[in-house]
Each structure stands twice: as structure tokens, then as C-alpha cells.
């Protein structure tokens, strides 16, 4: 299973970089996303590197979940696939 990465999770003053909103294929609810809590994403960096995280809960009611990786992710992370497994 394949999501994209739409954004940090941030609040007004601050930004967390290893909270990571994801949009999944085919995931268009939260009842659907409730069901991917504790599946393991990874992301890998233009140089090969992977970071690894789990998904944490839902964010919203359209489908998108939050996951918490074990480092921070950089800014060009933005936009790029991750995978679920």
C-alpha cells in the first residue's frame, strides 16, 4: 500500500518534525483509516536512506492518517510516496 505525504503536523507556533500527515489510495474515511493504526511507513530519501515509523491515528474524517516517525523528515519529504507495510 502506497500514501503521499501532505504535510508536518504544526500548530501555530510550533512544527513537529517526525509527525507526518498522510493520503492513502483508496483510504476515503475515517472508519477506513481507524483500520491502518499501527502499521509500520517508510519513507526513502533521494540517497537510498530510510526512515522507518508507525501510524498513529487518524487525522479528520477524510481518510488522512498521522504517523510518527523515528527521526524528523526534511522539507523536500513533501509530496514524495511512502510505503505501508
Given at each position: 500500500m502506497e500514501g503521499i505525504i501532505t504535510?508536518?503536523?504544526s500548530s501555530v507556533h510550533t512544527q513537529?518534525?517526525?509527525?507526518?500527515?498522510?493520503?492513502?489510495?483508496?483510504?476515503?474515511?475515517?472508519e477506513d483509516a481507524d483500520k491502518?493504526?499501527?502499521k509500520e511507513v517508510s519513507w526513502k530519501?533521494?540517497?537510498?536512506?530510510?526512515i522507518k515509523g508507525k501510524i498513529a491515528a487518524a487525522h479528520g474524517g477524510?481518510?488522512?492518517v498521522?504517523?510518527?516517525f523515528?527521526?524528523?523528515l526534511p522539507g523536500q519529504s513533501i509530496a514524495?510516496?511512502?510505503t505501508i507495510a
Open positions: 504535510n508536518f503536523r513537529k518534525g517526525n509527525h507526518i500527515l498522510i493520503m492513502i489510495d483508496n483510504v476515503s474515511s475515517r491502518l493504526v499501527g530519501s533521494p540517497a537510498g536512506k530510510e477524510k481518510g488522512i498521522r504517523a510518527i523515528e527521526r524528523g514524495t510516496k511512502v
